[in-house]
């Protein structure tokens, strides 16, 4: 058992977003992402993995294929992998995201359980 908290992980800069790494074990990864207002994270993607991002603090916009949807403290947005991810601190104060990265197993993997 562990227990951690996440205000020690909300770390903020001046000259970008934050990533603070929590956990990493096996195939799934824990980390927070903060960003001051303006910051934003570029559009990306995570193949082959299920992304969970849970809004700690703040509020936001997240790009989602394209698309546009404001989060708000308490907020908790399910990403799959292929789909294309971004994130902009539209409001005026810090934003702490948490994240998991959960990797999907192979389908051959899936077949033996």
């Known amino acids: 058992m562990e227990k951690i908290s996440i205000k020690a992980f909300q770390e903020f800069s001046e000259d970008r977003f934050t990533k603070r790494v929590i956990y990493k074990k096996g195939e799934t990864t ?5 960003f001051l ?3 934003q994270l570029p559009v990306h993607k995570h193949p082959g993995t299920e992304v969970y991002l849970y809004v700690v603090t703040g509020s936001g916009t997240f790009i989602i294929d394209g698309q546009e949807t404001k989060v708000t403290e308490a907020d908790i947005v399910h ?3 292929e789909e294309e991810l971004a994130f902009n601190n539209t409001g005026n104060e810090p934003v702490s995201l948490y994240v998991i990265l959960s990797k999907v197993p192979s389908e051959q993997y899936a077949k033996n359980i």
């Open 37 to 39: 207002p303006g910051q």
């Open 79 to 81: 990403v799959g992998g």
């Open 30 to 34: 824990a980390f927070v992402l903060n």
